[in-house]
């Protein structure tokens, strides 16, 4: 099957591991930006502040009693006059974590594919660019009934137990394993940042329908980390529907969306113009670079822009 979107083996409701693990193709186009301080512990392919033999060349000082003679730069030795040595600056992997709502705001969407499978793609793309870049990936994928946490490891071992989280959402039916789920982001980010070590890179995927204690996560998240937030927008949200009465259900109660009236489409779009300034805002506070997808436009490209415009910053 293939969505509109041009997506094979999805119908824009859920999403199948065949078509996760086939992005890993289209997933060599993005780029993860290399910034922010690399302070993890492990060998790996980001230089850290830290210096000593490793492989990347940093400066030649002068000898000090205890330097490595193996080091010494005999170039710079001859021309200054005096013993020099080379200093070098260890590249080390960066732990990279994922933290993907799958909650029941994000399984919704008016064109194409529901919230939740444009987060579970980008996600996907997200890991496979990880792992090809030789970090660690970890990450936390949660509903309101059940979530699913992998701790970083190397290679596809980080990235698969997501791929697979992802592929059984919701995971309230699933067995998917993990543990219970979170009452929301809040929940969720707050229990992630218990576990980000300094020097990650952490990326939030969700819709950030709910916003409340987001500063306390933000700065949790941000103060030593790397932060990127991808939002996942439905062009419904952004502006009420024609005059009319629109019957809206949550698969087990029905109620209704009244636009006849000018007052209320205008109190409908000012609603959510107010969160979009409140994200923004956050994203100023503490800083972090905000990345925005849509649920009718294809997740890989625009994906690929937001990450261009964060490296261009």
């Known amino acids: 099957m293939v969505s509109r979107d041009g ?9 199948t591991l065949a078509e996760l693990l ?7 186009r993005l780029r993860i930006a290399r910034r922010g301080r690399i302070l993890a512990t492990r060998h790996g392919g980001h230089l850290s502040r830290f210096r000593g033999r490793g492989m990347e060349f940093d400066e030649a000082r002068p000898y000090q009693p205890g330097d490595d003679p193996r080091n010494m730069d005999w170039r710079v030795t001859a021309r200054a ?15 990279v974590w994922l933290l993907v709502d799958q909650g029941p705001t994000m399984r919704f969407a008016s064109r194409v594919a529901f919230k939740s499978v444009v987060a579970a793609r980008a996600a996907a793309l997200l890991g496979w660019s990880v792992t090809a870049g030789g970090d660690r990936l970890g990450g936390l994928v949660f509903d309101e009934a059940r979530h699913l946490e992998q701790r970083p490891l190397a290679r596809t071992a980080g990235l698969l137990p ?7 959402a919701p995971l309230s039916g699933e067995g998917t394993g993990g543990g219970g789920g979170f009452t929301g982001l809040a929940a969720a980010a707050d229990h992630l940042a218990r576990r980000v070590r300094p020097g990650s890179l952490v990326f939030l995927l969700s819709d950030f329908a709910d916003l409340a204690a987001a500063d306390a996560w933000a700065g949790r998240l941000g103060a030593g980390s790397e932060l990127v937030l ?16 629109y019957p809206v259900s949550d698969g087990r109660q029905i ?3 009244d636009t006849r009236s000018a007052a209320a489409r205008r109190a409908y779009a000012e609603r959510f113009a107010e969160r979009e300034a409140r994200l923004v805002e956050l994203t100023r506070r503490w800083p972090a670079h905000l990345v925005r997808l849509a649920t009718d436009a294809p997740v890989g490209p625009a994906l690929a822009r937001g990450l261009a415009a964060g490296r261009a910053r």
């Open 22 to 28: 086939g992005l890993r193709v289209e997933a060599a």
């Open 162 to 168: 997501l791929l697979r989280a992802l592929a059984a």
């Open 81 to 95: 006059g005096q013993p020099h040595v080379k200093c070098f600056r260890e590249e080390r992997e960066r732990p």
């Open 7 to 15: 997506t094979a083996g999805s119908d824009g409701v859920r999403v």
């Open 255 to 257: 109620g209704w969306l």
């Open 230 to 245: 991808i939002q996942v927008v439905d062009p419904l949200e952004r502006q009420a529907p024609p005059p009319g009465r």
